[in-house]
């Protein structure tokens, strides 16, 4: 079968399991992986084993800095300090500007922490501020999704950013300095665009599930820690982690027996993705023992309900890694070159990659529903394109291009759209018309950010193995 063929196989597979089928998307990714396997070449006796090989591996890339990050988000919840964060954007711009408030703290929250989450713990303080400053209601709770949205699919070490880098070979560094550049101009062009498309929309505040109840639900209960001691999880991995980057891109022309040698020796160990995320996780469960101080059987139950959460999505990502390393021993890549031309730069060709990425993304996206699922495969599938010697600007870009695609599209086979529904009070036809179109609008926007950034701010091609 060629290469195209076995694409549009492992595809239908995928689709056809999780959207007919209803399977879990983990044994859908690892059926499609073998399949993919067994169409392309190779030695039979070995074609089901590289699966489990190529799942090990990205497991072993990815797995411990998931775990983490569930570990340091659950604990940002649980010790106050995610309310924290929310209350200082609140002082920092003031209730009458309580759609950036909300939007900032989602946009910071969702970071670390899964996007349900974000959603469930800004909605009461969303609600409160309605009922306070009588701001539209559909405004603020659209701004606070799309902050969360946007990072949720951008910036590690959230689970689809962190498996792109990873699959494309993207230095974890640049994946977080990129992503939270162009996912920032992203959210300040959305905020105008929220405003003015809310403005004709009276949809009355409704409890959960369409109930009338708009009694807000109080998130503080004074024992919140420090706001400096609240930030400090989320940013150790991103300072870390980007210093790093910065320090190996110095060490390139500096002389191999530099001071700054010296510092790129530590920071290749402080700054490893792995151990920074261990760091940012053991303060912010020293910050939730100190402020709750929970029994050592409660704060072990914290521990492991966080993991477990990890654990399905470590599987999910880990399979969708074996499920690309598949498509790329079928030669996908190569299929692929063959019809996107990569060689005029970011200008003409490159700007067509761009658009395919963003492209494939989306179909995935609004064929089965998950986000990630969406960025896994089609990184998956553009990952043998990434070459220093044909593409003009850095594949960072390719890679928020993707994170953009997945998100567009949002409709009723997503989760992410009956959390905001339900949770919001809004019905499905309310729900389309303003999560649906503004995510869909975000997408965009965040496209033509990635294209304008990949033209006048290309950076040095580079890739880590």
């Given at each position: 079968m060629s290469p195209v063929g076995i694409l549009f196989t492992g595809i239908t597979v995928v689709v056809i399991l999780i959207v007919v089928v209803r399977m879990h998307a983990f044994?859908?990714?690892?059926?499609?992986?073998?399949?993919?396997?067994?169409?392309?070449?190779?030695?039979?006796?070995?074609?089901?084993?590289?699966?489990?090989?190529?799942?090990?591996?990205?497991?072993?890339?990815?797995g411990i800095v998931i775990a983490m990050a569930a570990v340091v988000g659950r604990s940002l919840v649980e010790s106050g300090a995610a309310d924290r964060i929310v209350r200082m954007f609140i002082a920092l711009f003031g209730e009458k500007r309580c759609p950036v408030s909300l939007m900032s703290s989602g946009f910071v929250l969702s970071i670390p922490v899964f996007f349900d989450t974000v959603f469930y713990l800004l909605l009461p303080l969303a609600r409160s501020m309605h009922l306070r400053t009588g701001k539209n209601y559909v405004m603020l709770i659209l701004a606070m999704g799309a902050g969360a949205s946007i990072t949720h699919s951008l910036v590690p070490p959230t689970p689809g950013p962190l498996i792109i880098a990873d699959t494309l070979g993207i230095d974890l560094g640049t994946m977080i300095m990129v992503g939270l550049l162009v996912a920032a101009c992203t959210a300040a062009v959305m905020l105008p665009f929220i405003a003015r498309?809310?403005?004709?929309?009276?949809?009355?505040?409704?409890?959960?599930?369409?109930?009338?109840?708009?009694?807000?639900?109080?998130?503080?209960?004074?024992?919140?820690?420090?706001?400096?001691?609240?930030?400090?999880?989320?940013?150790?991995?991103?300072?870390l982690i980007s210093a790093h980057t910065i320090v190996s891109i110095l060490t390139r022309s500096a002389a191999s027996d530099s001071a700054l040698h010296h510092v790129g020796a530590v920071t290749s160990v402080i700054g490893n993705a792995n151990g920074a995320m261990l760091l940012s996780a053991a303060?912010?469960?020293?910050?939730?023992?100190?402020?709750?101080?929970?029994?050592?059987?409660?704060?072990?139950?914290?521990?492991?309900?966080?993991?477990?959460?990890?654990?399905?999505?470590?599987?999910?990502?880990?399979?969708?890694?074996?499920?690309?390393?598949?498509?790329?021993?079928?030669?996908?890549?190569?299929?692929?070159?063959?019809?996107?031309?990569?060689?005029?730069g970011p200008r003409a060709g490159g700007i067509g990659l761009l658009l395919a990425g963003f492209f494939i993304a989306f179909l995935l996206k609004f064929a089965q529903g998950s986000s990630t699922v969406s960025m896994i495969t089609a990184s998956a599938i553009f990952a043998?394109?990434?070459?220093?010697?044909?593409?003009?600007?850095?594949?960072?870009?390719?890679?928020?291009?993707?994170?953009?695609?997945?998100q567009c599209g949002n409709w009723m086979n997503d989760s992410g759209f009956w959390i905001f529904a339900k949770m919001s009070?809004?019905?499905?036809?309310e729900t389309l018309k303003t999560w649906t179109v503004t995510v869909s609008t975000l997408s965009l926007v965040g496209l033509l950010f990635t294209i304008l950034f990949a033209s006048l701010l290309p950076l040095a091609v580079r890739t880590v193995s």
């Open positions: 044994p859908a990714l690892i059926t499609a992986a073998i399949i993919v396997s067994l169409l392309a070449p190779g030695d039979p006796a070995e074609k089901i084993g590289r699966v489990a090989l190529a799942f090990g591996s990205t497991a072993g890339k990815i498309l809310s403005r004709g929309m009276n949809i009355p505040m409704r409890g959960p599930e369409g109930i009338d109840d708009a009694s807000p639900v109080p998130t503080n209960d004074g024992r919140a820690p420090g706001l400096f001691a609240s930030l400090l999880p989320i940013l150790i991995p991103v300072i303060f912010a469960l020293g910050v939730l023992r100190r402020n709750r101080r929970p029994a050592g059987r409660q704060l072990t139950k914290t521990v492991e309900q966080a993991l477990t959460s990890a654990g399905v999505i470590i599987l999910i990502t880990s399979a969708g890694g074996a499920f690309g390393a598949m498509l790329q021993t079928a030669d996908v890549a190569g299929a692929i070159e063959r019809i996107v031309p990569l060689q005029s043998g394109l990434v070459h220093a010697d044909t593409m003009a600007y850095h594949p960072v870009y390719l890679a928020c291009a993707i994170g953009f695609g997945a009070g809004l019905t499905e036809v």
